[in-house]
């Protein structure tokens, strides 16, 4: 069993119903210490949130964990709140070992490899089929505690991973899948509990590197390089409106503060929110 990179309480739930605003409540209400890491994981969520306002929809056996980082100035406590980190979350997920070695297997059978979605998804696009088929979800939320004042004390990373089950999408943004569709390695919610939180921990250090312009630029371009959503043609839609289309362009990569940069005939914009859907 594999270690966590930095000394870190472990708490496991067998039905809750989100683990983000269950350790959330717990960190500010002094159940657990502000000033160093806890994990949560539960069997079953029975509210999960997601970006935007939206539900975490995910069945049984699967990842759901939410990791709690404070703000401080250690390796692996966060040196400042950056829109970079739900990206580098992202691009680290992409490399856990289970999806690199499923990654191979697709590789040599010429099918569309797994990687990270701007802003918070990890999957890949099935072209067939003409959607993103998400295995995986980030939601980054600052926690806030009243101390002299109220004042930012440290994040919490949720991530959903569909392990065993695909859960069925209604709205069509995407389509689900799981570890079990794509390969036939065996492996269970639980043995990715802490190379999970190893991943955001590794997050974390980017994010805090990225003060440095040089190693700023590198990640922007290691994060473009593997980012399903470059040169292609996207709509951006806000909040849970899908007929609108807020933005459009042709993908250009990503910029300093994790905006998505659309090229839209020559016209360069950043995008900082939103729902980004690739057009056929």
Known sequence: MPNFLTATPHTHFDTTGSTNTQLIHAITDDTHTHTAPHLYTANHQTAGRGQH????????????????????????????LSGLLSLAVGYQLAQLKIIQTINQIRTENNLPPIGVKWANDVGFYDDKAGFFKKLSGILIEPVFKKLDKNTLVGVVTGVGLNVNNSPVIKDGLYQATCLKELSDIKTTAQDLYIPIANSIFQAIEICNHCKEPMYLQNFIDKFNANHLLTDKLIHIFMQNNMTDIYAKGRCIGIGNQGELLLNDNGDIKPIFAGMAKIVN
């Open 53 to 80: 306002g939206r539900t975490w929809v995910s069945g049984a056996d699967n990842v759901f964990l939410s990791l709690y980082v404070p703000i401080g100035q250690g390796q692996f406590e966060l040196h400042q």
